[in-house]
């Protein structure tokens, strides 16, 4: 839905422009563009779209992003859980939106009114996004031509892949270990824990979510005392160390089969053959399969490169004109100096002015959603490919870039000095104005700084010059950069190379079971009683199929300080 506006501004600008050339001149004397909305649909389309993302991003993701994340073992209890998380958050917005209005009515009393409360949580909602579009365009309208330029020296990428494979790998040992200490806990649990005690039903959900690593656990280790708050603290340890483990593997092996294939090019470029010999993949046969290597050789190590390095030029070029255009449209001069309102305001095609607005809009979108998919807070919120991305980052990701979708537009709108668009009508008048125009203008005006900060790699600069290197270990893209890290890389990734030619696979870490019958099960819990404060087992006399033998009878009560 966020990306909807790339292609929704483009028909809205044209859709404005026919209908005021019409209005002007004459239905017969205006182009029609290719795409054309009534102006009534336009402002419908606008609103579905605006207070759709508004509603998801401020209180649907957050809360079902808690929820996912919640150890607890029912739905109104994650539910509960997941509301008083976001307590906290909504406070904060509470107190800021009050904060805004008590200036509002200090400031200007006869504006206060429901249209001003109305356009303060619009205005507070957008500035945060235009706050956070700012940000992530200074990393990404950097950072995508640097790469696409840096991948087009294979040797250079190749030492990158060897020197990251050592984290990786680290990485992926400890996510095991911290698994292993919450599934011997998990082990200690189920075997102190009495067949019919009150919180036996949670641990046996506990391991039925526990991988088939959990059967070769023979003794359990860790902390004995249990309560139900620590059950529900090991269900999410349990949890979250899994997914932690499956996305570590699959970076890890991420790494490894870009290092293998970049391995066999390079090795390709400094033989005399013009064939690429691919490790793990089965050689080409056939009447045309001379002809289809040579391509495929010419390609890799010949155009391919080419490419990335033009592809990199483009980008630099698209980047240089957006953060001059957020630069100097804030500037109060006439004529305009921003590129895209220099574009617009030439008389050109309804065709010509549709890729002025779709491209630049278009790059704009995909620089702040790539760094966006880039974050990696704290190992819980990160993206990757092959389905390894938990439910958590997934919200994360999709909140911030329905909070990017009223911001981007607006954003460009005033770079471009646009101002007729059914988005205007809908939202200028909302939006943003209350904090001051000023704040509009000027504020996207740090993006040079944050430009300049991530180009000169001025971060890593600092913490190297103060001494501070242990904070920070990265990569240098140079030709000259030697650490001892890229060495054992590249003795990891011709171990591992050796491993998978010989079908050996010794990490195939967390088979998850097809069915929780696999452990099989126990006979059904009694009702789960629970005393946080002290851990009381309920034990029951049983007969027969485990009916209570003592029926009207209050339970044997029994307090266990610890399980040894």
């Known amino acids: ?184 806990r998990v082990k200690k649990y189920a075997d102190k824990v009495p067949k019919h005690d009150p919180l036996r039903g949670y641990i046996e959900e506990i391991v039925e979510k526990c991988p088939m690593q959990y059967r070769d656990i023979i003794v359990g280790e860790g902390e004995a005392e249990m309560s139900y708050s620590k059950l529900v603290s090991l269900h999410r340890k349990v949890v979250f160390y899994e997914w932690e483990v499956l996305r570590s593997k699959s970076i890890y092996e991420r790494t490894l089969h870009r290092a293998f294939r970049l391995d066999d090019i390079v090795k390709a470029r400094q033989g005399s053959e013009t064939t690429i010999h ?7 046969s056939g009447t045309f399969a001379s002809q289809i290597n040579f391509f495929e050789w010419l390609w890799k190590l010949w155009l391919e490169p080419l490419m990335l390095r033009l592809f990199a030029l483009i980008c630099a070029g698209m980047s240089l004109v957006v953060v001059y255009s957020e630069v100097v449209f804030g500037i109060p001069h006439k004529p305009n100096l921003s590129v895209f309102a220099l574009l617009y305001s030439e008389e050109v095609s309804f065709t010509l002015q549709w890729l002025f607005v779709f491209i630049p809009v278009g790059y704009i979108s995909f620089c702040a959603a790539w760094s966006l998919f880039q974050i990696r807070l704290f190992t819980y919120y990160r993206l990757l490919d092959n389905h390894q991305s938990d439910g958590g980052s997934l919200l994360f990701s999709a909140a911030y870039l329905c909070r990017l979708t009223a911001p981007m537009a607006f954003n460009y709108l005033l770079m471009a000095q646009i101002n007729n668009t059914a988005f205007s009508e809908v939202m200028g008048a909302l939006t943003l104005t209350i904090l001051g125009t000023d704040f509009n203008y000027y504020f996207p005006g740090i993006l040079i700084i944050l430009c300049l900060i991530n180009m000169f790699n001025l971060y890593t600069k600092f913490v190297t010059t103060f001494c501070l290197r242990k904070f920070v270990n990265r990569f240098v893209f140079d030709e000259s950069f ?70 009207g009878q209050p339970p044997v009560s029994h307090e266990i300080d610890s399980l040894t």
């Not at 009393?109 to 205005?123: L, R, S």
Request: with cysteine; charged share 25%.
């Open 482 to 551: 030697t650490d001892s890290q890229i060495d054992r890389g590249r003795d990891l990734i011709d171990q591992e190379r050796l491993k998978r030619e010989r079908g050996i696979d010794d990490d195939s870490f967390l088979t998850i079971p097809k069915s929780p019958s696999t452990y099989g099960k126990s006979s059904p819990a009694i009702p789960r009683e629970r005393d946080d404060e002290t851990v009381r087992f309920k034990i029951y006399g049983t007969t027969g199929m485990g009916s209570p033998s003592m029926r």
């Open 278 to 284: 691919w490790t793990f993949k089965k050689k080409r």
């Open 1 to 184: 839905m966020a990306f909807s506006l790339v292609l929704l501004l483009p028909i809205d600008v044209a859709s404005s422009d026919h209908l005021d050339c019409v209005q002007s001149k004459g239905d017969k004397d205006c182009e029609k563009p290719w795409i054309q909305l009534d102006r009534d649909l336009m402002m419908i389309l606008w609103k579905v779209l605006y207070w759709t993302t508004y509603v998801l991003c401020w209180t649907a993701y957050p809360v079902l992003q808690s929820y996912t994340m919640a150890g607890e073992f029912g739905v109104g209890e994650k539910m509960l859980r997941a509301v008083k998380e976001n307590l906290i958050f909504y406070t904060i917005c509470l107190v800021v939106v009050g904060i805004l209005l008590i200036a509002i009515t200090i400031t200007r009393p006869h504006d206060m009114n429901g249209t001003a409360i109305y356009g303060v949580a619009i205005a507070a909602s957008n500035a945060w996004g235009l706050l956070v579009l700012i940000g992530l365009l200074g990393h990404g309208l950097v950072e995508i031509p640097k790469r696409l330029w840096r991948h087009a020296n294979r040797t250079l990428t190749l030492r990158h892949y060897q020197w990251q494979a050592v984290h990786q790998k680290e990485a992926f040992e400890k996510a095991k270990r911290e698994l292993m200490i919450a599934l011997k």
